[in-house]
């Protein structure tokens, strides 16, 4: 970069201090240009607010505390969730969660985006329409489904009883409950996926698609062999956002439950707060920990992976 | 008609009729209801009010509370603008050095951004933390964590937009004798409006409907944020069989996102398409 530097400067200033080397000169000027003091503000806020609660952490889930008070138990916070059926449990619905959601809005939103970046009419509405979800709020929409799937008003069984079918209780079986808020969060967070798939499709060169027309390929074949490999970036993206998102759920499934009925949708973030709120600071940053260390175990692998894949192809 | 123009019409209309029905009639559900009277809603079924009263409820929802509403609605235009100008400024700061310096530090500040976007941030001690600064319980302090908790999203955008821009202006700026702030503030800051403006939205988007963080560190009703209140007002709405009202509040609280998305519709879409996601 010095050398360049040194190409584009006039003469005259560069000699205007006599006895320093031109190239040395500019180079210090070019890297005093970008200021690391620029990462300061940030950083602070960075380090204050969230390094030093993150490191606190690990000692905290070692004690029973009441923010005033610290008394040092080892892991015993830590024996305590995973013996605790009922908190070992969302360990599980986690995983469950976050799996349901993001493979739904891979496998929906790489669909949606490729009916929206096809010639259809109604694009424009049905590009806002898929989108709006994500603007209503995680509460608001959490209220709004808790009131269409009631298992006996709502719209949803009524719909269904019109063809004869029974509606289940959504969100009243212990059985169904986590996979029904799943689903919901799917519906509000399809836009996103959709929006970041078509921002892949539309950048995938058109030379492509013209070849595969003049070799008569299928409307399969070309999304088999050019838009699905092509927008693995995406897909990346996709995975990754939905994953973190899923994992870390909480408004939605309290909005919509509770972690009820029982504690058949809890998950780890509710877990946290309902501890929070009986004033187990301990045992709710213990499950912080379990949180820190589920996402850390999930998300290392998949991004080497999906890196992987995009250098490959 | 070609073969392809029939199936453009019968693929657009199915996938219209279907959206219809997946997405449109829950937002119809809201607004009927929102419109509806007491004893009407509490039927819970999709049809159309018998007497529209959609501005009587949103007057009630108003004035519910003396009026607890407005001012959650003027806490979280404060928290929503005051941590969104943090997190444009702050992010733009460290993604356009992160992207042009290359220094040994670079891997190790990659690393922690992205561990800003992965690692779930540990509640309680943070309470802990805000506790000790006098900032707990202050809209003060919310800002500061929603600014922080935003932070590495907004620098990886950023930093991938700095990206394409060429070095030579920077070069050109440092010639005409535009020192490093001058030349952040006034030359690279403007070009990166398409991203800055994504990350307004994006990010007043996600402030403003959020809801977990307001939960933990700005409890109480004195300083309440929109989403709190509608949580609130749904416990003591349906108990009271008043779920118009309810509706009324979900439909008054989502009119500024969506206002948001008409006005900057299109650049949300160029920004994210101009080089702010790729991996």
Redesign the interface.
Do not use: C, H
């Given at each position: 970069m010095a050398q360049t530097f040194a190409n584009v400067v006039p003469p005259q200033v560069r000699n205007r201090r006599r006895g320093a080397p031109p190239a040395t000169r500019a180079g210090r000027k070019m890297r005093s240009m970008y200021p690391s003091w620029f990462y300061i503000p940030a950083a602070a806020l960075y380090v204050v607010l969230f390094a030093v609660p993150t490191f606190a952490s690990f000692y905290f889930s070692l004690t029973r505390w009441s923010l005033f008070d610290v008394h040092f138990i080892g892991l015993d916070n830590f024996v305590q969730f995973f013996s605790d059926p009922q908190l070992s449990q969302a360990f599980l619905h986690t995983l469950v969660y976050a799996v349901i959601t993001s493979g739904l809005k891979v496998v929906l939103g790489l669909a949606l985006a490729v009916l929206l970046t096809s010639s259809l009419i109604g694009r424009g509405y049905l590009r806002a329409v898929t989108f709006f979800p994500v603007l209503v709020s995680t509460i608001g929409v959490g209220l709004t489904f808790k009131v269409l799937l009631d298992p006996f008003d709502g719209v949803v069984n009524g719909a269904l009883s019109v063809f004869g079918i029974q509606g289940p209780g959504w969100l009243t079986d212990p059985n169904l409950a986590l996979i029904s808020v799943a689903l919901v969060d799917v519906w509000k967070g399809l836009g996103i996926a959709t929006l970041i798939y078509i921002a892949g499709i539309v950048a995938i060169p058109q030379e492509y698609f013209e070849a595969a027309r003049v070799d008569g390929a299928s409307a399969w074949k070309v999304f088999r062999n050019i838009t699905f490999p092509l927008s693995w970036p995406a897909t990346g993206t996709v995975v990754i956002l939905s994953l973190i998102g899923g994992l870390r759920s909480f408004d939605l499934i309290w909005a919509m439950t509770k972690g009820g009925p029982g504690f058949s949708s809890d998950v780890i973030a509710s877990v946290i707060y309902k501890q929070y709120q009986a004033g187990f600071y301990g045992l709710s940053t213990a499950g912080n920990v379990v949180l820190f260390v589920v996402v850390t175990a999930v998300m290392i692998p998949i991004s080497i992976f999906i890196n992987k894949r995009s250098v490959d192809s | 008609m070609s073969r392809l123009a029939v199936r453009?019409?019968t693929?657009?209309?199915i996938?219209?009729v279907v959206?219809v029905v997946?997405?449109?009639?829950?937002?119809a559900?809201?607004l009927v209801?929102a419109a509806k009277t007491a004893p009407e809603a509490s039927?819970?079924?999709?049809s159309w009010p018998a007497e529209w009263k959609l501005w009587d409820n949103i007057a009630a929802v108003l004035a519910d509370r003396d009026g607890i509403l407005i001012r959650a609605f003027v806490n979280s235009i404060v928290l929503t603008v005051a941590s969104v100008v943090?997190m444009v400024v702050?992010?733009a700061?460290?993604g356009?050095?992160l992207q042009?310096?290359k220094s040994r530090w670079n891997g190790i500040?990659n690393f922690?951004v992205l561990a800003?976007?992965?690692?779930?941030?540990?509640?309680?001690?943070?309470?802990?933390?805000?506790?000790g600064?006098g900032l707990f319980k202050t809209l003060g302090g919310l800002i500061?964590?929603e600014?922080?908790?935003g932070?590495s999203f907004c620098?990886l955008l950023f930093r991938a937009f700095v990206s394409t821009i060429p070095?030579?202006l920077?070069?050109a700026a440092?010639?005409d004798g535009a020192g490093?702030?001058r030349?952040?503030f006034q030359i690279v800051l403007p070009l990166l409006k398409p991203v800055i403006v994504t990350v307004i939205v994006v990010q007043a988007?996600a402030v403003?409907?959020d809801?977990?963080n307001p939960?933990?560190f700005l409890p109480g009703d004195a300083n309440a944020t929109v989403?709190l209140t509608?949580?609130a007002y749904?416990s003591s709405s349906t108990s009271a069989g008043q779920?118009n009202l309810?509706?009324a509040d979900?439909l008054l609280?989502?009119i500024p996102?969506?206002v948001?998305?008409v006005f900057f519709?299109r650049q949300?879409?160029a920004g994210?398409?101009s080089g702010a996601?790729?991996?």
């Open positions: - | 453009r019409w693929v657009g209309t996938a219209i959206s997946v997405f449109l009639v829950p937002f559900f809201i209801t039927t819970l079924s999709f943090i702050l992010a700061m460290v356009y050095v042009r310096k500040i922690f800003g976007l992965i690692v779930p941030p540990a509640v309680v001690p943070t309470i802990w933390v805000l506790q600064l500061l964590i600014a922080t908790f932070l620098i070095r030579e920077d070069e440092l010639i490093p702030i030349l952040f988007v403003f409907n809801f977990a939960l933990y989403q509608l949580y749904a779920l309810l509706f979900i609280i989502t996102p969506l948001m998305y519709n949300i879409v994210m398409t996601i790729k991996g």
